[in-house]
């Protein structure tokens, strides 16, 4: 009987330390589906995607048919020294697009789309009632057909979606090599780069509420593997060589349906603090904040 009570603890405790964030987890990747199904139904965002398209096309396409043109067989071939059966092949072809999406974010990403990035981001905010954090940084008008992207104003502060990081394009390139091994080697990867590349889809909302360097890091720490778990699938998605640019800008409207939620919840739990009562060390006195 003694230790039947720690077994049950144990048991008990299951739902909270093993069910609980796993199931986290998975929520935070659904946004990056809500974001695909956001975008489509909600036209308003179609002329942002219109505006990059063309030249995206282009360029990816540019990068992408001179790496496998040049790069793929050789890669392949070195693959082969290491790899049995097949598995060069598939992961010559994902080390090519990691190739290319790296490429790709240092000459277009980081320097064309965030601008889209942040309008897109700052427009489902409006959408859902959360204006009063866009005005900060920059005019809101109250209406334009009801069209969020059309009420925005020129930013008046610095406005970032993500930074450009030339940490995150290093450990990118010098985790390339993972794929070398057969068949673990993509997935390991991806989540490693996921790591780095999760949080950075929240810059904008940490910058929107001011949130310092120390601010920044206790947020990221409480929900380190969801971040991971979205970064992971959002750098899968960028490897999708028809459709990276279009999840380029889902992705901007999943952090922010994911930073609505939030938000939501940080509002309701400073509310809760404020009404809740403190009690002094004196008995029988209490303090309604």
Do not use: C
């Not at 219109?50 to 790496?67: C, D, E, G, H, W």
């Not at 693959?79 to 097949?86: P, S, V």
């Not at 005005?135 to 993500?162: C, F, I």
């Amino acid at each position: 009987m003694p230790q039947s009570q720690p077994q049950q603890s144990v048991l008990r405790n299951i739902p909270k330390v093993v069910v609980r964030p796993a199931w986290d987890n998975i929520v935070a990747v659904t946004y990056l589906i809500k974001g695909i199904v956001f975008f489509i139904a909600h036209p308003f965002l179609y002329p942002l995607l219109k505006a990059r398209l063309i030249p995206a096309i282009l360029l990816s396409t540019f990068i992408l048919s001179n790496l496998f043109i040049w790069t793929f067989l050789p890669q392949v071939a070195f693959l082969a020294l290491f790899h049995k059966t097949g598995s060069a092949w598939v992961n010559g072809t994902f080390l090519v697009l990691g190739e290319g999406a790296a490429v790709v974010a240092i000459l277009f990403e980081s320097f064309l789309v965030d601008e889209s990035q942040v309008d897109i981001f700052d427009a489902v905010l409006i959408y859902k009632g959360y204006e009063d954090l866009v005005r900060q940084h920059r005019p809101v008008a109250e209406d334009a057909l009801n069209d969020p992207v059309r009420r925005l104003g020129k930013p008046t502060r610095s406005s970032v979606y993500a930074p450009f990081s030339f940490r995150q394009i290093a450990e990118f390139i010098l985790l390339l090599p993972i794929n070398f091994i057969p068949y673990v080697g993509v997935p390991v990867f991806l989540l490693l780069t996921g790591y780095r590349a999760g949080p950075l889809q929240h810059w904008r909302y940490f910058q929107l509420l001011g949130y310092d360097r120390k601010q920044r890091s206790a947020v990221i720490g409480r929900r380190r593997w969801q971040y991971t778990w979205y970064g992971t699938v959002y750098l899968f998605l960028q490897l999708v060589p028809p459709f990276s640019m279009f999840f380029l800008l889902t992705a901007s409207v999943s952090s922010a349906l994911w930073a609505v939620d939030l938000e939501k919840l940080r509002r309701d739990q400073e509310a809760r603090l404020i009404q809740a009562p403190q009690y002094t060390d004196e008995p029988d006195a209490t303090v309604i904040v």
